[in-house]
Protein backbone atom coordinates (compact mmCIF):
# COMPACT_ATOMS: atom_id res chain seq x y z
CA UNK A 1 0.00 0.00 0.00
CA UNK A 2 1.66 3.38 -1.81
CA UNK A 3 -0.62 5.77 0.39
CA UNK A 4 -4.15 5.26 2.37
CA UNK A 5 -6.57 8.20 2.06
CA UNK A 6 -9.95 6.05 1.29
CA UNK A 7 -11.68 2.89 1.60
CA UNK A 8 -10.49 1.76 -1.79
CA UNK A 9 -6.68 1.95 -1.00
CA UNK A 10 -7.32 -1.31 2.33
CA UNK A 11 -8.12 -3.33 -0.71
CA UNK A 12 -10.22 -6.38 0.67
CA UNK A 13 -11.87 -5.41 3.96
CA UNK A 14 -12.16 -9.09 5.32
CA UNK A 15 -8.56 -8.94 4.70
CA UNK A 16 -7.85 -6.19 6.27
CA UNK A 17 -10.37 -7.02 9.21
CA UNK A 18 -8.23 -10.13 9.56
CA UNK A 19 -4.90 -8.66 10.09
CA UNK A 20 -6.16 -5.43 12.42
CA UNK A 21 -7.45 -8.75 14.73
CA UNK A 22 -4.17 -9.89 14.22
CA UNK A 23 -2.23 -6.99 15.09
CA UNK A 24 -5.08 -6.53 18.34
CA UNK A 25 -3.60 -9.97 19.74
CA UNK A 26 -0.35 -9.14 19.90
CA UNK A 27 0.59 -5.51 19.20
CA UNK A 28 4.63 -6.29 19.45
CA UNK A 29 4.62 -8.74 17.28
CA UNK A 30 6.37 -6.30 14.38
CA UNK A 31 8.66 -4.30 16.47
CA UNK A 32 11.39 -5.05 14.17
CA UNK A 33 9.25 -3.53 10.80
CA UNK A 34 9.53 -0.15 11.74
CA UNK A 35 13.58 -0.12 13.06
CA UNK A 36 15.11 3.44 12.12
CA UNK A 37 12.49 4.10 10.00
CA UNK A 38 10.60 7.24 10.84
CA UNK A 39 7.16 8.55 10.35
CA UNK A 40 6.11 12.34 10.06
CA UNK A 41 2.91 13.44 11.43
CA UNK A 42 2.14 16.96 10.44
CA UNK A 43 -0.95 18.63 12.11
CA UNK A 44 -2.74 21.65 10.55
CA UNK A 45 -5.58 21.29 13.04
CA UNK A 46 -6.55 19.85 16.40
CA UNK A 47 -5.89 16.63 17.41
CA UNK A 48 -6.69 14.33 20.82
CA UNK A 49 -7.63 10.60 19.16
CA UNK A 50 -5.82 10.59 16.11
CA UNK A 51 -2.23 12.25 17.32
CA UNK A 52 -2.15 9.88 20.42
CA UNK A 53 -3.40 6.57 18.88
CA UNK A 54 -1.32 6.76 15.78
CA UNK A 55 1.79 7.80 17.58
CA UNK A 56 1.48 4.92 20.07
CA UNK A 57 0.90 2.63 16.88
CA UNK A 58 4.03 3.95 15.28
CA UNK A 59 5.99 2.98 18.90
CA UNK A 60 4.32 -0.45 18.55
CA UNK A 61 6.40 -0.93 15.13
CA UNK A 62 9.14 0.25 16.19
CA UNK A 63 9.20 3.33 14.46
CA UNK A 64 10.55 6.80 15.54
CA UNK A 65 7.93 9.50 14.98
CA UNK A 66 8.10 13.37 15.02
CA UNK A 67 5.28 15.37 14.90
CA UNK A 68 5.08 18.87 13.95
CA UNK A 69 2.02 21.37 14.70
CA UNK A 70 2.21 23.40 11.28
CA UNK A 71 0.14 26.30 13.17
CA UNK A 72 2.46 25.93 16.29
CA UNK A 73 5.73 27.07 15.86
CA UNK A 74 6.32 26.45 12.17
CA UNK A 75 6.45 29.36 9.37
CA UNK A 76 2.61 29.81 7.64
CA UNK A 77 2.21 28.51 4.93
CA UNK A 78 1.06 29.42 1.57
CA UNK A 79 -1.21 26.86 -0.14
CA UNK A 80 -2.77 27.98 -3.13
CA UNK A 81 0.45 27.87 -6.20
CA UNK A 82 0.55 31.63 -7.64
CA UNK A 83 -0.15 33.68 -5.37
CA UNK A 84 2.37 36.84 -4.73
CA UNK A 85 3.34 36.23 -1.12
CA UNK A 86 3.70 40.01 0.25
CA UNK A 87 1.06 38.75 2.84
CA UNK A 88 1.73 37.16 6.51
CA UNK A 89 2.72 33.69 4.91
CA UNK A 90 6.42 33.20 4.80
CA UNK A 91 6.70 29.80 3.21
CA UNK A 92 5.10 27.94 0.53
CA UNK A 93 3.85 24.46 1.01
CA UNK A 94 5.44 23.61 -2.90
CA UNK A 95 8.76 23.75 -0.86
CA UNK A 96 7.51 22.69 2.51
CA UNK A 97 6.17 19.21 1.90
CA UNK A 98 9.46 18.23 -0.03
CA UNK A 99 11.63 19.72 2.40
CA UNK A 100 9.52 17.63 5.40
CA UNK A 101 9.96 13.95 2.83
CA UNK A 102 13.52 14.31 3.43
CA UNK A 103 13.16 13.92 7.20
CA UNK A 104 11.44 11.06 7.03
CA UNK A 105 10.51 7.65 5.40
CA UNK A 106 5.91 7.80 5.89
CA UNK A 107 3.88 10.89 6.48
CA UNK A 108 0.17 11.16 8.16
CA UNK A 109 -1.19 14.78 7.53
CA UNK A 110 -4.27 16.16 8.99
CA UNK A 111 -6.06 18.57 7.15
CA UNK A 112 -9.76 19.53 7.27
CA UNK A 113 -12.11 21.45 4.71
CA UNK A 114 -12.10 24.88 4.97
CA UNK A 115 -15.70 25.16 4.62
CA UNK A 116 -15.79 28.07 2.55
CA UNK A 117 -15.13 26.80 -1.40
CA UNK A 118 -16.89 23.52 -1.94
CA UNK A 119 -14.72 22.85 -5.00
CA UNK A 120 -11.61 23.25 -3.14
CA UNK A 121 -12.66 21.03 0.17
CA UNK A 122 -13.70 18.13 -2.25
CA UNK A 123 -10.51 18.14 -4.83
CA UNK A 124 -8.30 17.47 -1.03
CA UNK A 125 -5.79 19.96 -2.33
CA UNK A 126 -3.43 19.70 0.40
CA UNK A 127 -3.56 15.91 1.00
CA UNK A 128 -3.04 15.59 -2.83
CA UNK A 129 0.20 17.90 -2.31
CA UNK A 130 1.76 16.08 -0.08
CA UNK A 131 1.03 12.72 -2.38
CA UNK A 132 2.32 14.44 -5.30
CA UNK A 133 5.50 16.14 -3.60
CA UNK A 134 6.57 14.17 -0.41
CA UNK A 135 8.22 11.63 -1.97
CA UNK A 136 6.99 9.82 0.46
CA UNK A 137 3.60 7.33 1.15
CA UNK A 138 1.03 9.56 2.26
CA UNK A 139 -2.24 8.46 4.78
CA UNK A 140 -4.69 11.02 6.02
CA UNK A 141 -5.16 11.52 9.61
CA UNK A 142 -8.99 13.53 8.44
CA UNK A 143 -8.50 15.36 5.28
CA UNK A 144 -10.93 17.39 3.79
CA UNK A 145 -13.55 14.79 2.77
CA UNK A 146 -13.02 11.83 4.77
CA UNK A 147 -11.28 10.36 7.79
CA UNK A 148 -10.70 6.70 7.01
CA UNK A 149 -8.40 5.65 10.37
CA UNK A 150 -11.86 6.79 12.07
CA UNK A 151 -13.78 4.59 9.70
CA UNK A 152 -11.54 1.31 9.60
CA UNK A 153 -11.70 2.17 13.57
CA UNK A 154 -15.63 2.18 13.21
CA UNK A 155 -15.84 -0.60 11.32
CA UNK A 156 -13.47 -3.15 13.35
CA UNK A 157 -15.66 -1.74 16.47
CA UNK A 158 -18.73 -2.77 14.58
CA UNK A 159 -17.62 -6.92 13.72
CA UNK A 160 -16.50 -6.70 17.50
CA UNK A 161 -19.58 -5.86 19.02
CA UNK A 162 -22.09 -7.46 16.29
CA UNK A 163 -24.42 -10.22 17.08
CA UNK A 164 -26.29 -10.86 13.66
CA UNK A 165 -24.26 -11.10 10.51
CA UNK A 166 -25.70 -7.97 8.73
CA UNK A 167 -26.66 -5.94 11.53
CA UNK A 168 -28.66 -2.78 10.76
CA UNK A 169 -26.49 0.26 11.29
CA UNK A 170 -27.92 4.00 11.31
CA UNK A 171 -25.96 6.74 10.75
CA UNK A 172 -27.64 9.82 12.49
CA UNK A 173 -27.06 13.69 12.21
CA UNK A 174 -27.01 15.18 15.47
CA UNK A 175 -26.97 19.17 16.49
CA UNK A 176 -23.95 21.12 17.04
CA UNK A 177 -23.39 24.73 17.61
CA UNK A 178 -20.24 25.12 14.87
CA UNK A 179 -20.02 24.22 11.36
CA UNK A 180 -18.12 20.66 10.97
CA UNK A 181 -16.88 19.24 7.84
CA UNK A 182 -18.18 16.07 6.15
CA UNK A 183 -15.61 13.86 6.53
CA UNK A 184 -16.59 11.86 9.03
CA UNK A 185 -20.07 11.14 7.93
CA UNK A 186 -19.19 10.83 4.43
CA UNK A 187 -16.09 8.34 5.10
CA UNK A 188 -18.23 6.08 6.97
CA UNK A 189 -20.70 6.17 4.49
CA UNK A 190 -18.02 5.01 1.96
CA UNK A 191 -16.92 2.02 4.58
CA UNK A 192 -20.51 1.21 4.81
CA UNK A 193 -21.18 0.68 1.49
CA UNK A 194 -18.35 -1.50 1.42
CA UNK A 195 -19.69 -4.27 3.92
CA UNK A 196 -23.25 -6.14 3.49
CA UNK A 197 -24.61 -4.32 6.49
CA UNK A 198 -27.99 -2.77 6.34
CA UNK A 199 -27.18 0.79 6.50
CA UNK A 200 -29.20 4.05 6.68
CA UNK A 201 -28.59 7.74 6.80
CA UNK A 202 -30.84 10.11 9.08
CA UNK A 203 -30.69 13.61 8.74
CA UNK A 204 -32.84 16.76 8.78
CA UNK A 205 -33.36 18.26 4.85
CA UNK A 206 -30.90 20.47 3.36
CA UNK A 207 -27.86 18.26 5.11
CA UNK A 208 -27.91 15.81 2.30
CA UNK A 209 -24.77 14.35 1.66
CA UNK A 210 -22.52 13.73 -1.68
CA UNK A 211 -24.15 10.90 -3.60
CA UNK A 212 -21.10 9.30 -4.24
CA UNK A 213 -20.55 9.13 -0.38
CA UNK A 214 -24.05 8.04 -0.01
CA UNK A 215 -24.10 5.25 -2.82
CA UNK A 216 -26.56 2.42 -1.81
CA UNK A 217 -27.67 3.88 1.57
CA UNK A 218 -31.17 4.48 2.40
CA UNK A 219 -31.58 7.97 3.47
CA UNK A 220 -34.85 8.42 5.68
CA UNK A 221 -35.53 11.96 7.01
CA UNK A 222 -37.61 10.70 9.89
CA UNK A 223 -34.65 10.07 12.48
CA UNK A 224 -37.71 7.95 14.85
CA UNK A 225 -38.14 5.57 11.43
CA UNK A 226 -34.65 5.17 10.46
CA UNK A 227 -33.50 4.21 14.51
CA UNK A 228 -36.43 1.29 14.62
CA UNK A 229 -35.21 -1.76 14.87
CA UNK A 230 -31.21 -0.72 14.76
CA UNK A 231 -28.08 -2.70 16.15
CA UNK A 232 -26.22 0.58 15.85
CA UNK A 233 -26.66 4.11 16.07
CA UNK A 234 -23.53 6.15 14.89
CA UNK A 235 -24.16 9.81 15.46
CA UNK A 236 -22.55 12.79 14.10
CA UNK A 237 -22.75 16.69 13.48
CA UNK A 238 -22.32 18.09 10.20
CA UNK A 239 -22.27 21.35 7.97
CA UNK A 240 -24.56 21.08 4.82
CA UNK A 241 -23.00 19.93 1.87
CA UNK A 242 -25.54 20.93 -1.19
CA UNK A 243 -25.08 24.11 -2.57
CA UNK A 244 -25.92 27.87 -1.43
CA UNK A 245 -25.16 26.29 1.50
CA UNK A 246 -22.51 24.51 1.98
CA UNK A 247 -20.57 24.83 4.75
CA UNK A 248 -23.32 26.28 6.77
CA UNK A 249 -25.19 25.39 9.89
CA UNK A 250 -28.46 25.17 8.87
CA UNK A 251 -30.30 23.97 12.27
CA UNK A 252 -29.56 22.83 15.79
CA UNK A 253 -32.59 21.60 16.73
CA UNK A 254 -31.78 19.76 19.85
CA UNK A 255 -35.08 17.54 19.10
CA UNK A 256 -32.01 15.80 17.04
CA UNK A 257 -30.18 15.01 20.10
CA UNK A 258 -29.88 10.87 20.79
CA UNK A 259 -31.72 10.47 23.84
CA UNK A 260 -32.52 7.38 25.71
CA UNK A 261 -35.96 7.61 24.05
CA UNK A 262 -34.87 7.40 20.53
CA UNK A 263 -32.40 4.69 21.30
CA UNK A 264 -35.11 2.83 23.10
CA UNK A 265 -36.49 2.91 19.44
CA UNK A 266 -33.69 0.48 18.83
CA UNK A 267 -32.89 -3.29 18.98
CA UNK A 268 -31.14 -2.58 21.76
CA UNK A 269 -28.23 -0.41 19.43
CA UNK A 270 -24.99 0.11 20.61
CA UNK A 271 -23.99 4.15 20.73
CA UNK A 272 -21.16 4.98 18.45
CA UNK A 273 -19.53 8.78 18.19
CA UNK A 274 -15.76 9.57 16.95
CA UNK A 275 -15.76 11.83 19.46
CA UNK A 276 -14.65 14.70 20.34
CA UNK A 277 -18.37 14.83 21.35
CA UNK A 278 -20.63 17.56 22.86
CA UNK A 279 -22.88 16.33 25.25
CA UNK A 280 -26.68 17.60 25.54
CA UNK A 281 -25.90 18.78 21.98
CA UNK A 282 -25.18 15.42 19.89
CA UNK A 283 -26.04 12.74 22.63
CA UNK A 284 -27.36 13.06 26.70
CA UNK A 285 -24.84 12.06 29.28
CA UNK A 286 -27.41 8.99 30.12
CA UNK A 287 -26.76 7.52 26.37
CA UNK A 288 -22.92 8.01 26.50
CA UNK A 289 -22.57 6.63 30.09
CA UNK A 290 -24.81 3.76 29.46
CA UNK A 291 -23.33 0.19 29.13
CA UNK A 292 -24.81 0.46 24.95
CA UNK A 293 -22.11 3.01 24.85
CA UNK A 294 -18.73 1.91 23.19
CA UNK A 295 -17.40 5.10 22.68
CA UNK A 296 -14.01 3.98 24.66
CA UNK A 297 -13.75 0.47 22.67
CA UNK A 298 -14.32 2.48 19.45
CA UNK A 299 -11.39 5.23 20.15
CA UNK A 300 -9.08 2.10 21.45
CA UNK A 301 -9.62 0.67 17.61
CA UNK A 302 -8.26 3.95 16.36
CA UNK A 303 -4.77 2.56 17.47
CA UNK A 304 -5.57 -1.04 15.34
CA UNK A 305 -6.43 0.49 12.26
CA UNK A 306 -3.24 3.32 12.83
CA UNK A 307 -0.96 0.56 13.25
CA UNK A 308 -2.60 -2.00 10.34
CA UNK A 309 -1.95 1.37 8.37
CA UNK A 310 1.43 2.21 8.93
CA UNK A 311 2.26 -1.35 8.85
CA UNK A 312 1.00 -2.00 5.51
CA UNK A 313 2.88 1.36 4.55
CA UNK A 314 6.56 -0.07 5.70
CA UNK A 315 5.72 -2.95 4.06
CA UNK A 316 5.55 -1.10 1.04
CA UNK A 317 9.02 0.45 1.42
C1 LIG B 1 -13.91 17.22 13.70
C2 LIG B 1 -14.89 16.87 12.57
O1 LIG B 1 -16.09 16.89 12.80
O2 LIG B 1 -14.43 16.57 11.45
C3 LIG B 1 -13.02 16.05 14.02
C4 LIG B 1 -13.70 14.77 14.31
C5 LIG B 1 -12.79 13.64 14.44
N1 LIG B 1 -14.66 17.59 14.88
C6 LIG B 1 -14.63 18.79 15.42
O3 LIG B 1 -14.00 19.67 14.88
C7 LIG B 1 -15.38 19.00 16.68
N1 LIG C 1 -11.86 10.95 16.33
C1 LIG C 1 -10.79 11.75 16.12
O1 LIG C 1 -10.18 11.75 15.06
O2 LIG C 1 -10.43 12.51 17.19
P1 LIG C 1 -9.34 13.67 17.21
O3 LIG C 1 -9.87 14.81 16.39
O4 LIG C 1 -9.19 14.01 18.66
O5 LIG C 1 -8.07 13.14 16.63
Known amino acids: MKKFTNVADIGDLDKALAEAADIKRNRFAYTGLGRNKTLMMIFFNSSLRTRLSTQKAAMNLGMNVIVLDVNQGAWKLETERGVIMDGDKAE ?21 AGLKDKKEDYEDRVIEQFIKYSGRPVFSMEAATRHPLQS ?126 RRNMIVTDEVIESDRSIVIPEAANREISAQTVIKRLLESL
Open 92 to 112: HLLEAIPVMGCYCDIIGVRSF
Open 152 to 277: FADLITIEEFKTKPRPKVVMTWAPHPRALPQAVPNSFAEWMNATDYDFVITHPRGYELDPMFVGNAKVEYDQRKALEGADFVYAKNWSAYADPNYGKVLSTDRSWTVDAEKMALTDNAFFMHCLPV
